[in-house]
C-alpha cells in the first residue's frame, strides 16, 4: 500500500463541482492585461487591490452573512498567513516598545487556546520577529500588559466554536475565520471583530492560488497592513485576485438572484437560469452535502473500529441554509482512546496525519483532513476498518 | 498642471509591446485548474510552484545568457521582494547566533554600497526581525564577523554595475538583478552568484503579477528558503506563476528559433513564423529602442536645461544582442549641479521623484523612472524645458 497524505488540508474535496463548471466560471488573461503595480487608484482604496476583488469579498459575505464588512477596511494577501504575520507586525507595532534596561526589546506575546494551529507557532517561530513572539497556549497566559490572542473560530483543529479567553486590558484579537463558512458550520450571526482573517482556500477550495483577506475595522491598523504589504511584496498577485474575484462572484451570484429577474448588484438576468449560467446544486449546498456524507461516514467507520474518539458538535440554526444544521468540521480531531501516540498507530497504516504534539496538546490527537479526494478518503476509511 | 508621478519603477513603457501580441500571448484558467497547494509532485521541487514555470524560468536564462541556472534551485516568490526577505532570513540563520551576555541576540547587519535601493532600508526597519538588521552604507562598514552585503548590479537608482565591495571573511552577497536584462545593460557574462534574485517586473513590464524567482546555489540555503515560503505564504500564487511561464517562454521561444524549424525544446514549428505567432520586433529589440531613444531624449533635454548631471555608462559588447551597445538604465539618476535640494525643485514642477535621501545619499541627487508611459515621459520632458 502506498502512503496516503490527510496531513494537510489541500482541499480537493470541492474539486468534482468546479469541475462541473469549467468554463462558465474561468478567466482568461491577455498579454498586456494587469501589468501595472497599481490597481486601485481611489482615495482610501488599496493601491494593490482589483476594485472588482474588493467588491467581490463584500458581496459574498453579505450574501453568505458570515462577516461584518461594511465600513471596514478589505485587505488582501498572499493567503491568510501573510496577513496573519502583517496583522501580528501592525498590532505589536502600535504599542509603545520600550527596550528595557537589558537593552533587550520587549516582544508583545502571542497566545492561542490550545488545540492551536499548528503554523501560528512554526511561522512565529522561524520569522523571528524583534516585536512579538509565540507563548503558546492563551490558557495558561497570565502577563500582565499589551499581548494578542488568535481566535480561530470554528476553530483548527478540532471544529469548535470560540471566542478570546485571555481578556485583560492592553489586548488585541487577531480572528481567524477560515472555516466560518456554511459548509463547515451553521452561520449564526457575522462575525464583527477587529481584525478579521479568511482565505478563498477553505472558502471556495482554490488553495493554489494564495488569495487571503483581512477584513479590518480600525484606520490606523489597516494603513500599517497596507504599508507592511506594499514594502514586503508590493502587494499580491493581480492574476489571483482577479480569478479570487471570479470565482467569488459566482458563488454569490448564485444566491442573490431575485425574484425580479434582476441580480441583486443591478445587472439584469432575465429570469432565465441560463443566463446566470449557475449549476442546479449551488456550491455552499454541495460542499455542506459533501462533507456531512463524509461525517456520517467516519462517525460509523470510527464507531466500529472503536480505538478512537471524536468531538460531538451540536446542531444549530444556520440563518444562510435557513434551517437547522449540524457542524461538519475540514478536519477530524481524533483521540486514540488508550492515550497512546495516535500517529504512530497511522503510520502503521500508512496514513499521514498531522500529530497533536503540533496543536500544542498529547500526542493522544491526531488531525485528519476531510478534505481530500473521494480516492484518499475512502482509502482512509478502508485503512480504519483494518482495526475493528 | 495635475502632478505626474516618475518616483515607481512602474514599467508601462513596454505596454504597446504586450498590446500588439495580446491575444497571442494571452492565458485562460478554468474554475477547477490550479485549485490545489501543490504544483510539483518531483523529489527535490519546490512543491508549489508549477513545473513550466521554472522550466520557463531556466530557457529565458539559457537564451539571454544573463545568469547560470544550470543546477541551481529556482524558487518563486511574490515579487522579489518576498525573495529578498527570505534569502536574509535564511542566510541569518545559517549562521551560529548566540546571545550575549546582554541577552540581545545578534542581528547580522546587512548592508549596501550607497545609493542603494530605497526598499532595502524600508523594509528591514518595517519587517523588525531578531536576526538581522539593516545597517547602510557597506563601503563604510568595518564590523568583525558574519554579515550580508547586497549587491544590485545593475544598481538601482543609478544603473552602475557593481561587484561586492566589502570581502570580508564570513561575508554573504544577495545579488539582485533585477536589472541585468539586454534592454537595460549589454549582457557580457552569466551572472554566478550564490543567490540570485530576479523579477518578473523589470524582465518583462508585468509588475501586476507580483512574481520573482530566486537562483541558488546551495541546497541548505535552498531548503531554508522553500521552508520559509511555506510557512510565510504556503507558496505563491499559481496563477501568477502560469502567467509568467507563458510570459517567459513567448520572450525566449522569439529568440530559440532554429535553423531546422524546431524549437530548442524540440516543438516543430514548420520554419513557419506564422506558427511561432510571434511579431517582427521581438521582445528585447523593441525595450532597447524604446529605452535607448528615451536616454536620447533625455540627454539632450538635459543638456539644453544645464541645471542637472547625469552619470555617463560606457558602452560594452553586448553577447546576446551581438554587438556593441550602451546601457539604457532604468531610472534618470540626477544630481542638482548647484547642490541644492532636487526634489524639491521637482515638486515645484509638479513632477514627483525619489529624493537621494532614500537611498542613503545626498538630497541633491533625485532618481527618475525612465519606465513610465509615453505620455508622462513626454509631459517629463516639457516641464524640465522650462528649467532652460
Redo the contacts between chains.
Keep these: 500500500d502506498v502512503v496516503i497524505s490527510l496531513d494537510?488540508g489541500?482541499?480537493?474535496i470541492?474539486?468534482t463541482f468546479?469541475?462541473n463548471?469549467?468554463?462558465?466560471?474561468?478567466?482568461?488573461?491577455?498579454?498586456?492585461?494587469?501589468?501595472?503595480?497599481?490597481?486601485d487608484f481611489d482615495e482610501g482604496g488599496v493601491f494593490?487591490q482589483l476594485p472588482e476583488f474588493s467588491e467581490a469579498v463584500h458581496q459574498v459575505h453579505r450574501v453568505v452573512g458570515n462577516a461584518v464588512t461594511e465600513g471596514r477596511y478589505i485587505i488582501g494577501g498572499?493567503?491568510s498567513?501573510?496577513l496573519f504575520?502583517v496583522a501580528l507586525?501592525a498590532l505589536a507595532?502600535t504599542v509603545n516598545v520600550t527596550p528595557n534596561n537589558?537593552?533587550?526589546k520587549k516582544q508583545i506575546p502571542v497566545v492561542c487556546a490550545e488545540p492551536y494551529y499548528s503554523?501560528y507557532e512554526?511561522?512565529l517561530e522561524?520569522?523571528?520577529?524583534?516585536?512579538y513572539k509565540w507563548q503558546g497556549d492563551a490558557n495558561t497566559f497570565d502577563e500582565e500588559g499589551p499581548y494578542i490572542e488568535v481566535v480561530t473560530t470554528p476553530n483548527n483543529p478540532d471544529g469548535r466554536l470560540r471566542e478570546p479567553v485571555v481578556k485583560k486590558e492592553g489586548g488585541m484579537v487577531i480572528c481567524d475565520l477560515a472555516y466560518y463558512w456554511p459548509q463547515y458550520t451553521p452561520i449564526t450571526a457575522p462575525a464583527d471583530y477587529d481584525v478579521m482573517l479568511f482565505t478563498l482556500?477553505k472558502a471556495t477550495?482554490?488553495?493554489?492560488?494564495?488569495?487571503g483577506w483581512a477584513i479590518v475595522k480600525d484606520k490606523e491598523i489597516a494603513l500599517r497592513m497596507i504599508?507592511?504589504m506594499s514594502?514586503?511584496?508590493?502587494?499580491?498577485?493581480?492574476?489571483?485576485q482577479?480569478?479570487a474575484a471570479k470565482?467569488l462572484e459566482?458563488v454569490a451570484n448564485s444566491y442573490e438572484r431575485l425574484a425580479n429577474g434582476k441580480l441583486a448588484n443591478g445587472k439584469l438576468s432575465n429570469g432565465n437560469p441560463e443566463v446566470m449560467e449557475q449549476p442546479l446544486e449551488k456550491f455552499f449546498e454541495f460542499s455542506h452535502r459533501m462533507l456531512a456524507e463524509r461525517w456520517t461516514r467516519l462517525r460509523a467507520a470510527i464507531k466500529r473500529c472503536g480505538a478512537f474518539n471524536l468531538p460531538d458538535y451540536s446542531p444549530q440554526y444556520c440563518k444562510f441554509m435557513k434551517k437547522t444544521s449540524h457542524p461538519n468540521p475540514a478536519y477530524a480531531w481524533m483521540e486514540l482512546k488508550t492515550g497512546e501516540d495516535a500517529e504512530k498507530l497511522m503510520n502503521e497504516l500508512k496514513i499521514r496525519t498531522r500529530a497533536g504534539p503540533k496543536f500544542g496538546v498529547s500526542s493522544k490527537y491526531i488531525r485528519v483532513s476531510m478534505l481530500e479526494s473521494d480516492d484518499t478518503f475512502n482509502q482512509f476509511l478502508e485503512r480504519l476498518s483494518t482495526l475493528e
Tied chains: 1, 2.
Aim: with cysteine; aromatic share 10%.
Design positions: 494537510r489541500d482541499p480537493k470541492y474539486y468546479w469541475k463548471v469549467d468554463d462558465k466560471c474561468k478567466v482568461t488573461i491577455k498579454a498586456s492585461d494587469l501589468m501595472s503595480y497599481f490597481a494593490y498572499t493567503g498567513s501573510q504575520s507586525c507595532s537589558n537593552m533587550k503554523c512554526e511561522a522561524e520569522e523571528k520577529s524583534e516585536i482556500s477550495g482554490h488553495a493554489g492560488s494564495r488569495v504599508k507592511l514594502l514586503v511584496t508590493i502587494g499580491t498577485c493581480h492574476e489571483g482577479l480569478r470565482i459566482f
